[in-house]
């Protein structure tokens, strides 16, 4: 295939999502337009009103894809109701952020993220959408408070408290960030029932959730996450062992590639 066809080809698969994903007619014809400004970036307008931005080498589209349309981290049982609480580990730019403060009235969203330069887009992406139901906070999670390198491996979505993956692949040092745990998290913010703790944090799920006490994980109602491959040598199923002593039904997808899957678990009435 030539480079042009790929190119007719990329763009008619972008529209098409962006239509499913209810984009706006305007904002379908400025999509490609705003990839040639001064400053080019990708940006998803959509018929409600709201708009996400993002620089150009992030993938916004798909991102975009796997959240509103494929619903990854909200399939039938795990959905946002009004007036839950909301907890995303791993924030990013905020694509799911922003889905989960408009699926319902009175919805309250805490969304970490410890990546300066993503922390300004989620801020940006919050801010034009006038989210003040929203609290942003510039910091990772993990298994102990205190303070650490975030480690990038790729895109800034990749980036980890990890400084090598279990091949010996050294990765870049990338900022100094605040470390909180959950429990830290639901005391500084009065989380008292989280009704949805999303996690996509790069392998640092594993000691979030083994190492937060039993008081904390009881005032979680659904947890919806990303289990990460090859950064340490966790393994799912020892999340998903201990989240059961915990009182959850715990269900995992097989890996989608070489790098994790979706781990979905409901507490039991």
Sequence with gaps: MSALARGILDRYKTARILVKGGASLRGIMLYPL???????????????????????????????????????????????????????????????????ATRAQGVRVISLEPSSRMFRLLIQNLSRNGLGQVVAVQA????????????????????????????????????????????????????????????????????????????????????????????HNYCPDQIVAGLRQHGFEVNHTPPYDELGGYLYAKRQV
């Design 34 to 100: 705003r990839h040639r400004l001064p400053t080019p970036r990708h940006q998803i307008d959509l018929k409600r009103g709201l708009s996400i931005v993002s620089p150009m080498e992030e993938p916004l589209v798909h991102t975009f894809e796997d959240i509103w349309l494929n619903q990854c981290f909200t399939p039938h049982g795990f959905e946002v109701k009004p007036g839950d609480t909301v907890v995303d580990i791993g924030a990013n730019l905020g694509v799911f952020s922003v889905w989960a």
């Design 140 to 231: 990772a999670c993990g298994g102990e408070t205190g303070t650490a390198v975030l480690y990038s491996y790729g895109l800034e979505e990749g980036s980890s408290l990890r400084p090598r993956n279990i091949r010996g692949k050294v990765f870049r040092p990338q900022d100094r960030v605040d470390v909180l745990t959950l429990d830290d998290i639901f005391r500084r913010h009065q989380v008292e029932v989280c009704n949805l703790l999303k996690l996509n944090c790069e392998g640092g799920e594993y000691e979030i959730l083994l190492k937060a006490p039993k008081e904390t994980l009881r005032r979680v109602r659904k947890i919806s996450m990303v289990y990460h491959l090859g950064l």
